[in-house]
């Protein structure tokens, strides 16, 4: 079955204390996205990928980092994590670019306290 | 399942009637839009897109109308189903880049 796997859905963490949500994609899509939601403000993206080692910055990349090292994988990773980070957050992949049809993982509810 | 659109516009219809979604989008650059539909605990599914050169596209009792002078986006949904009920999101796309989202509209459908 194609789809995108995000995990873990749900975590509760601390300021301060690194975390990585993963991202896999079965669909040998090249370009790959992360967005988070927040209420009334729809999803922003914060990174995207192009290719393997391509990767360029979102409307709100600041306090993410991402890595594209394998065409399937895509880790959201908050080195650093603060209470403003706390949000719903989607892993997207599509063959070729943003102006294709994109599909959304699950989504990882992310509570920073 | 998740809350993800607290204070979003509402749209509310009766069971087969028809649904017009409106979205006003931002960059007169854009070449690509797109329309999600989003349930409750899911991610956003796709339902049909539309490039700049058109101004009309349909698909299975959807249509999505582009308005380019204006940077006005619409959904149309036919005979609108209790399965429609959803929140419903807009997107713009410049280049293949970078994406924008839309703040989004809930539709509720009544039985």
């Known amino acids: 079955e194609a789809q995108v796997t995000q995990n873990p859905r749900y975590l509760i963490t601390v300021t301060g204390k690194k975390l990585t949500v993963t991202c896999s994609q079965n669909?040998?899509?090249?370009?790959m996205s992360w967005y988070r939601q927040d209420p009334g403000l729809g999803l922003r993206q914060i990174y995207y990928?192009?290719?393997?080692?391509?990767?360029d910055k979102g409307d709100v990349p600041e306090g993410y980092k991402v890595s594209r090292k394998e065409k399937r994988n895509f880790p959201l990773i908050l080195e650093s994590p603060s209470p403003n980070q706390t949000s719903l957050y989607f892993c997207?992949?599509?063959?070729?670019?943003?102006?294709?049809?994109?599909?959304f993982g699950d989504g990882t509810r992310l509570s920073i306290l | 399942g998740e809350s993800v659109g607290l204070h979003l516009p509402t749209l509310s219809v009766q069971e087969g009637d028809n649904s017009i979604i409106n979205c006003a989008y931002s960059?007169?650059?854009?070449?690509?839009f797109i329309w999600y539909k989003q349930e409750s605990g899911k991610g956003p599914q796709f339902i049909i897109d539309?490039?700049?050169?058109?101004d009309k596209r349909q698909g299975q009792r959807v249509t999505v109308l582009l308005n380019k002078t204006v940077k006005h986006l619409s959904l149309q949904i036919a005979a609108t189903q209790p399965g429609d009920s959803a929140v419903y999101f807009c997107?713009?796309?410049?280049?293949?880049?970078?994406?924008?989202f839309g703040a989004g509209t809930r539709l509720f459908v009544k039985a």
């Open positions: 997207a992949s599509s063959p070729g670019g943003g102006n294709q049809p994109q599909h």
């Open positions: 669909m040998n899509h090249e370009y």
């Open positions: 990928s192009m290719n393997v080692e391509v990767t």
């Open positions: 960059n007169s650059a854009s070449d690509y």
């Open positions: 539309i490039r700049s050169n058109m």
């Open positions: 997107a713009e796309n410049t280049g293949g880049f970078k994406t924008i």
